[in-house]
């Protein structure tokens, strides 16, 4: 007997869910003190476990790590990661199964690093996979860069990371983040196929089928 695979249950968020939940992290988060958001962007939106546009929440934040003891806003630097894309060259095995890099800091990504406090700013934290990569990789930028000072100054400009993503999946995980990095996420849901706002062709039509969704709920829990 034929079975038919159960449709994954959504979340669709807004922008307005988005912002207040960075709204109520960001006092958390300036504790960390970073002085560069590094957002992750991703070409996976096509797939339920895609985990990565970490732009617009990197935008967002910013505003609110403002602060008088500051001068100008913090800058925000890209990279481009993509797991379940299928891009040019790639092979069937390496879809889901590899990251690939499709954007970083330049050459000289370690000299950019070096003596910061950088903040990586994603999305979703889903499996972890691109997550790790990005944490890991810009690490080993940074110590090929130390590797060249004197060993009396590598310490004074070993980089400062942290994590913030606007969602965390409550799911086992492929990988860890390092216990000396700060993490910090916006909201801890179950393992549901995310919708974000960015993602939607009509606005208006994701906007109403979001509060028809909250509204359900509270009528569930009511």
Request: hydrophobic residues 40%; glycine residues 4%; aromatic residues 8%.
């Amino acid at each position: 007997m034929a079975t038919t695979q159960q449709e994954p249950e959504h979340l669709r968020v807004t922008y307005n869910d988005v912002h207040n939940l960075i709204r109520q992290s960001a006092k958390k988060i300036a504790e960390f003190k970073p002085d560069m958001l590094i957002a992750i962007g991703s070409f996976s939106s096509s797939h339920p476990l895609a985990e990565g546009d970490g732009f617009f929440p990197a935008r967002v934040l910013r505003t609110f790590l403002k602060s008088p003891e500051r001068k100008g806003n913090i800058p925000i630097h890209a990279i481009g990661l993509s797991l379940y894309e299928s891009l040019p060259g790639m092979t069937a095995e390496q879809i889901g199964a590899e990251v690939i890099r499709t954007q970083w800091l330049g050459p000289e990504s370690g000299k950019i690093l070096l003596g910061r406090r950088a903040l990586i700013v994603d999305e979703v934290d889903d499996s972890r996979k691109t997550l790790h990569y990005a944490v890991t990789e810009l690490q080993k930028d940074v110590e090929r860069e130390l590797a060249l000072l004197p060993e009396s100054e590598r310490e004074a400009k070993r980089t400062k990371f942290a994590v913030f993503v606007v969602h965390n999946k409550l799911k086992p995980k492929l990988a860890e983040i390092p216990a000396e990095i700060p993490y910090y996420a916006g909201d801890e849901i179950e393992d549901v196929w995310l919708d974000y706002p960015w993602e939607a062709v009509d606005i208006e039509e994701h906007d109403r089928l979001a509060e028809e969704a909250k509204a359900k709920k509270r009528q569930a829990q009511s």
